[in-house]
T-cell receptor, first 115, second 115 residues
Framework: GENVEQHPSTLSVQEGDSAVIKCTYSDSASNYFPWYKQELGKRPQLIIDIRSNVGEKKDQRIAVTLNKTAKHFSLHITETQPEDSAVYFCAASRGSGGGADGLTFGKGTHLIIQP | GAVVSQHPSRVICKSGTSVKIECRSLDFQATTMFWYRQFPKKSLMLMATSNEGSKATYEQGVEKDKFLINHASLTLSTLTVTSAHPEDSSFYIC???????????FGAGSRLTVL
């Protein structure tokens, strides 16, 4: 089955700096890679996703890059703000017929934004 | 946007009793629902995938007789933890997606404490 590795487990950055979280996956058939943000005790919220036919996607301060050959994808957050503090999970799945099978999640990265 | 309601948010029960958790899609038909378990400061572990009208598919290591999943309608899936024990205490989260959709919507989670 799929195995997703996520690093680092904890990341502390100064407010205004950039943060990068990296994930690798094992199943070359995976074609959908979402990123979720989870605040303490709350539900995971999708913040950005990318499909295997795209190398990069950006949404304001958040961007995701995908290297299919190397089987890794990264989340980039620029100009970090205190409200960015949360746990971030990457995930991978192989979609079939337009739908996603159950996601395999990375172990999460606790992002801490220092004021 | 898509909304998933999960109930109850918190439940405390005695060892040996059964607990039912509901997951409802409020504004879309959820052809597939997923149940996850999350330990403190840990990732989401997929327990099972349920498709409306059919039996759930359980992940390896998850006891199907202990974690009963029913997905009887396109808007409701239930997880019943039978004969609960303290080691079943955890945060359980459901997610749902509609037909042809690759995006998951998560419920707010249910914190189960077994005394």
């Amino acid at each position: 089955g799929e195995n997703v590795e996520q690093h680092p487990s904890t990341l502390s950055v100064q407010e205004g700096d950039s943060a990068v979280i990296k994930c690798t996956y094992s199943d070359s058939a995976s074609n959908y890679f979402p990123w979720y943000k989870q605040e303490l005790g709350k539900r995971p919220q999708l913040i950005i996703d990318i499909r295997s036919n795209v190398g990069e996607k950006k949404d304001q301060r958040i961007a995701v890059t995908l290297n299919k050959t190397a089987k890794h994808f990264s989340l980039h957050i620029t100009e970090t703000q205190p409200e960015d503090s949360a746990v971030y999970f990457c995930a991978a799945s192989r979609g079939s017929g337009g739908g996603a099978d159950g996601l395999t999640f990375g172990k999460g990265t606790h992002l801490i934004i220092q004021p | 946007g898509a909304v998933v309601s999960q109930h109850p948010s918190r439940v405390i029960c005695k060892s040996g009793t059964s607990v039912k958790i509901e997951c409802r899609s409020l504004d879309f038909q959820a052809t597939t629902m997923f149940w996850y378990r999350q330990f403190p400061k840990k990732s989401l572990m997929l327990m099972a995938t349920s498709n409306e009208g059919s039996k759930a598919t359980y992940e390896q290591g998850v006891e199907k007789d202990k974690f009963l999943i029913n997905h009887a309608s396109l808007t409701l899936s239930t997880l019943t933890v039978t004969s609960a024990h303290p080691e079943d205490s955890s945060f359980y989260i459901c997610s749902a997606r509609g037909l042809g959709a690759n995006v998951l919507t998560f419920g707010a989670g249910s914190r189960l404490t077994v005394l």
